[in-house]
């Protein structure tokens, strides 16, 4: 009986840290959104107008500054090279944005 107390006791508590880990994690993501909705997008006015090309255009236009519309398909941060159809490099204000975090 002795050991089958300090087992609940045990489970209880990972219980009681699992859920003060949640609403910590809770609370810092909705702390992080509400500072990504600060993040306002201007264009910066001392580099050249982008052109606005299809993504089938981008080859020849290769270090040039362009503005492609599209999606987001998968968002992951690394530092090595990596071949794709379009490698976009975002700011980290840019990253940090409400529409980033959460796709709405």
């Not at 609403?23 to 600060?38: I, T, V």
């Not at 299809?54 to 090595?80: A, C, N, S, T």
């Amino acid at each position: 009986m002795k050991n089958v107390m300090k087992l609940f006791a045990r489970e209880q508590t990972k219980s009681d840290s699992k859920d003060k880990k949640e609403a910590e994690d809770s609370e810092r993501r909705e702390k992080n959104l509400e500072e990504a909705k600060k993040i306002t997008i201007e264009n910066d006015s001392s580099l050249p107008e982008p052109k606005t090309v299809k993504i089938y255009q981008l080859e020849p236009l290769r270090g040039e500054r362009v503005k492609v519309f599209g999606w987001v398909h998968r968002m992951r941060k690394q530092d090595e090279d990596c071949r794709t159809l379009v490698n976009v490099c975002l700011c980290q204000q840019l990253a940090a944005r409400h529409n980033t975090v959460t796709g709405r």
